[in-house]
């Protein structure tokens, strides 16, 4: 018998299941090759899914630079097919697997896809993020690759702004591992920007995994596709 992982990642959280995956029955030309196991826990199915937006990264990341340059919908589905169809080695990384894993197979949203894949980037060219200068708040934030995030757009201008007004501590987050103390820890140190970053009236919902991908892929954009931002004096902090 072999084992395969499926890995679900929602809006709400990560979970992972195992299924044992066993041989068709005989005479069978396909049988029932998949049965539901245990659950993993969010730490260790959202370390598994980092893994592979890494493997990604290192194997195709030009797709992976087409994909997050996308601006629709349509335009985000074609490069994702793109960037995920063909021969991959990307489903037998990490340590939890062994002589009877076939791999892993991912289910996940868009937007937390996306945040991954951005960090993973960031990741590899850390000290051009390090230096980003802190720029002034702007009254309103505007990109056109909200169009193909699949977020509240509420959620994409904060983290524009968080991006652009404390890049230090949202690196800082990036490297810390997901749902540890340390990430917890750097949220915290985020908070007061995340506030005055929330567009008046507004309140976000969603995990930690779901604002954690939003923070990076909007650092990866200040850098991949900058916009001119004016030098005058900050906003002064919006009253909630």
């Given at each position: 018998m072999r084992v395969c992982v499926l890995l679900v990642v929602s809006a709400i959280g990560l979970i992972a299941s195992v299924a044992a995956v066993a041989e068709p029955p005989i005479g069978s030309r396909l049988g029932d090759r998949v049965v539901k196991g245990a659950v993993e826990d969010e730490a260790t199915s959202a370390r598994h899914a980092q893994e592979y937006a890494a493997c990604l990264v290192n194997r195709r990341a030009d797709k992976v630079q087409r994909l997050l340059s996308q601006t629709n919908d349509a335009g985000y589905k074609a490069a994702y097919k793109d960037l995920t169809t063909g021969p991959i080695d990307c489903f037998d990384m990490g340590d939890d697997l062994n002589d009877v894993s076939a791999g892993w197979?991912?289910?996940?949203?868009?937007?937390?896809?996306?945040?991954?894949?951005?960090?993973?980037?960031?990741?590899?060219?850390?000290?051009?993020?390090?230096?980003?200068p802190v720029l002034p708040r702007q009254r309103t934030y505007s990109r056109t690759w909200y169009g193909a995030t699949n977020r509240d757009v509420s959620v994409d201008e904060m983290a524009t702004c968080v991006s652009e007004t404390d890049a230090p501590d949202t690196l800082s987050l990036l490297k810390t591992e997901p749902y540890s103390d340390q990430e917890g820890t750097a949220f915290a140190a985020l908070g007061p920007t995340l506030?005055?970053?929330?567009?008046?009236?507004?309140?976000?919902?969603?995990?930690?995994?779901?604002?954690?991908?939003?923070?990076?892929?909007?650092?990866?954009?200040?850098?991949?596709?900058?916009?001119?931002?004016?030098?005058?004096?900050?906003?002064?902090?919006?009253?909630?």
């Amino acid at each position: 018998m072999r084992v395969c992982v499926l890995l679900v990642v929602s809006a709400i959280g990560l979970i992972a299941s195992v299924a044992a995956v066993a041989e068709p029955p005989i005479g069978s030309r396909l049988g029932d090759r998949v049965v539901k196991g245990a659950v993993e826990d969010e730490a260790t199915s959202a370390r598994h899914a980092q893994e592979y937006a890494a493997c990604l990264v290192n194997r195709r990341a030009d797709k992976v630079q087409r994909l997050l340059s996308q601006t629709n919908d349509a335009g985000y589905k074609a490069a994702y097919k793109d960037l995920t169809t063909g021969p991959i080695d990307c489903f037998d990384m990490g340590d939890d697997l062994n002589d009877v894993s076939a791999g892993w197979r991912f289910m996940i949203p868009a937007d937390i896809m996306r945040g991954m894949l951005a960090e993973q980037l960031i990741k590899h060219d850390v000290a051009r993020y390090a230096v980003l200068p802190v720029l002034p708040r702007q009254r309103t934030y505007s990109r056109t690759w909200y169009g193909a995030t699949n977020r509240d757009v509420s959620v994409d201008e904060m983290a524009t702004c968080v991006s652009e007004t404390d890049a230090p501590d949202t690196l800082s987050l990036l490297k810390t591992e997901p749902y540890s103390d340390q990430e917890g820890t750097a949220f915290a140190a985020l908070g007061p920007t995340l506030g005055a970053c929330l567009r008046a009236g507004v309140k976000v919902a969603g995990n930690r995994q779901s604002l954690r991908a939003a923070l990076a892929d909007a650092l990866y954009q200040r850098v991949a596709n900058p916009v001119a931002v004016a030098t005058g004096a900050p906003e002064t902090a919006k009253a909630h």
